[in-house]
């Protein structure tokens, strides 16, 4: 019974999917979805990049979180429409949900919306939302051992950050087994190291995603 109820939440999910790309694909518009755990740095590495990216593309954004409102708050100051979601005690978001927070955004006037995902590197990996792609953004601090132990986000991802790069003269962190793990789990990945407070990689992480976003909307 309970493989069956599994089995009917993601069925209701992934139909749910199919309505968010259907909307995605009618509006011309790219959506990526954030993943990582808690205090790895999504907020901060959003607040590093809406500046610059919004000069490029109109952004809107869902913000994704337990409870409080508070990281949405942080990003109110780039003027751009923001829906925060808190879920409550659920660990990840999921196609209803976003299905819900579109309805709250001027999808006429966007080209790319981020969503930032609940910290979490089980459940919101396990999740379809519709979405292009998933960014996984694994920390220093978080240990060198991530994705042989939450394997299934880094090869689904997209791009991978590792953020908090100032930090590698302070933890113990094995960079020759981080990279060797993700050649194992998804060759292909690309991966770039940043640091939100040195700046390092940022502009990196702006191409990457500059180009993303190019390359899957419609030409018109």
Known sequence: MIIELN????DSNNSRADEVRKILAEYNLVMINIISSPGSGK???LEKTLGKLGKIFSLGIIEGDVNTTRDARRLESFGLP????????ACHLNSTIILKALDELPLDN???IIIENVGNLVCPSEF????HAKIAISSVPEGDDKPQKYPLLFREAKCLILNKIDLLPYVPFNRKVFYR???NLNPKLPLI????T??????AWIKWITDFITTNRKTV
């Open 7 to 10: 089995q009917n939440i993601m």
């Open 181 to 183: 793990d993700i050649e």
């Open 110 to 112: 966007l080209d790319c």
């Open 193 to 196: 190291e940043t640091s939100c």
């Open 128 to 131: 379809d939302l519709g979405e």
């Open 82 to 89: 923001i829906t925060a979601v808190n879920t409550r005690g």
């Open 43 to 45: 907020t901060s590495l």
């Open 198 to 203: 040195t700046g390092d990689g940022v502009d």
